[in-house]
Each structure stands twice: as structure tokens, then as C-alpha cells.
């Protein structure tokens, strides 16, 4: 676990003393996980559809019902990561939009985690998202909060064993 702290200080000490002049786009419909390092304004349109399409329970991206006797849920055209994205129902009729992906190493793992964070914050703090950011030595939380009514947006990024895995949400609010 001490490595994994100290990897994990390295990586925030290099992350702010490097530039990237080379820049990939994070797009949807794609397993690339590599995201922008800086954001243009048509950048945050994928998250800003996605915020705007849960009051209609993200409508607009479903495509196929996964067959599932437990929840009801739908695949999606839209990936903020990875390339298995699904919408599901609760009980109270309240939908969240969820990805998750594996990350190959732990160092891939803090890079992109802490790129879409970086995109997400660019993006939703000039709105006035409050960010709050949350480390253990086995993983890294980013939640984006508005208020009590809007969805609450979290990345979170965990060691399970010797395997990483990536997830962001867009869930209901808090306050519900």
C-alpha cells in the first residue's frame, strides 16, 4: 500500500510539472479513455447532454433493454468512458447513467482518472459545480455537486485486488 501512496504523490507532482502539446479527444461511442488536456467549449457538450437528458431519464441514448429480471436496464450510444454504458431505473423511477472500464495499470489509472476529472472540472465549475475529491491508498474519488436538485456527477477509480477499474455516474440528486 505504501507504494501505491507514493506512486500516487509522484504522479501529482509530475502531472503539474508537465505540459502536453499532443492532445486527444474524449469522444463517445469509443473504448479510448484518453481525454483533452485542454477543453474546448464543444468538449463539454457530451457531458452537458448528459446532465440535460436525466429529467427524461436519458431518453435520448438508450438503445437496447438489458435482459435483467432484477433492475431495468439499457445499454447507451453515449461513453464517457469505456465502451459499456448503461442506464438504469431504481425503484422510485429515478434513472442514473453509469460506466464502468478496467485499467490496465496503476499509473494508467490515476492518469485518466485525474484527465476526466480534469475535463469534468473545466467544464462544470465555470457553471458553479462544486468539486470535492476524496484518496485512499486504493482509490480516487471526484464528485461534482450543483444543488439538491440537480444529478450528482462522481468518478471514482478503485483497486479491487491486483485489477483497476474506472466508474463515472450521473445519479439523482442528493437531496431525492
Known sequence: MKNYIILLIIAFILAGCTSKTNQT?????????????SVIPDECSTINNLINGYE????SIK????NNQFTNQWRTNTHMIG??????LNKSGQASYQ?????KT????IKSHQKLAKQLRQCLTKAGWFESQKETASSIYSTFVLD???PVITLATNQEGIEFSTRFEIAPPLGL
Open 99 to 103: 460506466c464502468q472500464t478496467p485499467v
Open 148 to 150: 439538491t436538485k440537480t
Open 25 to 37: 479527444t474524449a469522444t463517445t461511442n469509443t473504448t479510448n479513455q484518453s481525454v483533452k488536456t
Open 63 to 66: 438503445t437496447d433493454k438489458v
Open 106 to 109: 496503476q499509473t494508467q489509472t
Open 56 to 59: 427524461s431519464g436519458f431518453n
Open 83 to 88: 465502451a459499456n454504458c448503461t442506464v438504469t
